[in-house]
């Protein structure tokens, strides 16, 4: 608990920086273990500490892997809705890898899905109709759900995901992981 705390006490420092650069827009993912959101305290936690930083809940998605999601839906699927209607955005993470069933999902209050890895490095060596990469960019769309591609490497998985719809990517290819005050100097040169 400790950690995942000061993991959001970072990332609100982190949005405050980022405001002062002048960059209010963007948004900070922040993974939350299953052991935070079996807390009843957790949400209004998360809401004290993001208000003593002056951060809005918008701009903290709250990431959580869809077997943490699924383990005990209902009750999760109670917290992240309590998170939801505080603002945050909602992601589940490893999109793909677990052992959901669909009709869960609509519990779950997500805004986001995140296409796992291991499905976008297939892009290209798989046929697009026998692809799981294009079948959740279509459950997003279909959903009204952001949906993210992780672990994007090469042009072509780029391109592939624009072409498929899918205008959201993390991965090397957009940037490697780096000290905050790298990010913002690199954000500034291309603003």
């Given at each position: 608990?400790?950690?995942?705390?000061?993991?959001?006490?970072?990332?609100?420092?982190?949005?405050?920086?980022?405001?002062?650069?002048?960059?209010?827009?963007?948004?900070?993912?922040?993974?939350?273990?299953?052991?935070?959101?079996?807390?009843r305290e957790f949400?209004?936690?998360?809401?004290?500490?993001?208000?003593?930083?002056?951060?809005?809940?918008?701009?903290?998605?709250?990431?959580?892997?869809?077997?943490?999601?699924?383990?005990?839906?209902?009750?999760?699927?109670?917290?992240?809705?309590?998170?939801?209607?505080?603002?945050?955005?909602?992601?589940?993470?490893?999109?793909?890898?677990?052992?959901?069933?669909?009709?869960?999902?609509?519990?779950?209050?997500?805004?986001?899905?995140?296409?796992?890895?291991?499905?976008?490095?297939?892009?290209?060596?798989?046929?697009?109709?026998?692809?799981?990469?294009?079948?959740?960019?279509?459950?997003?769309?279909?959903?009204?759900?952001?949906?993210?591609?992780?672990?994007?490497?090469t042009p072509e998985?780029?391109?592939?995901?624009?072409?498929?719809?899918?205008?959201?990517?993390?991965?090397?290819?957009?940037?490697?992981?780096e000290p905050l005050?790298?990010?913002?100097?690199?954000?500034?040169?291309?603003?």
């Amino acid at each position: 608990m400790p950690l995942g705390r000061r993991i959001v006490e970072l990332a609100c420092e982190a949005l405050r920086a980022l405001d002062e650069a002048g960059f209010p827009h963007i948004t900070l993912a922040v993974n939350v273990s299953p052991l935070e959101l079996e807390r009843r305290e957790f949400t209004t936690e998360l809401i004290a500490l993001l208000e003593r930083h002056g951060v809005s809940p918008a701009r903290l998605e709250v990431e959580v892997t869809e077997s943490a999601a699924m383990r005990d839906h209902q009750a999760k699927g109670r917290m992240l809705s309590g998170l939801s209607q505080a603002g945050f955005p909602i992601a589940i993470d490893d999109f793909g890898t677990g052992y959901s069933s669909l009709s869960y999902l609509r519990m779950l209050s997500a805004s986001a899905l995140k296409v796992d890895r291991s499905f976008v490095a297939e892009i290209g060596t798989v046929p697009d109709e026998r692809s799981i990469t294009e079948m959740i960019i279509a459950l997003g769309k279909r959903m009204a759900l952001n949906v993210v591609a992780e672990g994007v490497e090469t042009p072509e998985q780029a391109e592939w995901l624009r072409r498929h719809g899918c205008l959201r990517a993390q991965g090397y290819l957009f940037g490697k992981p780096e000290p905050l005050g790298a990010f913002v100097e690199r954000l500034a040169a291309h603003a």
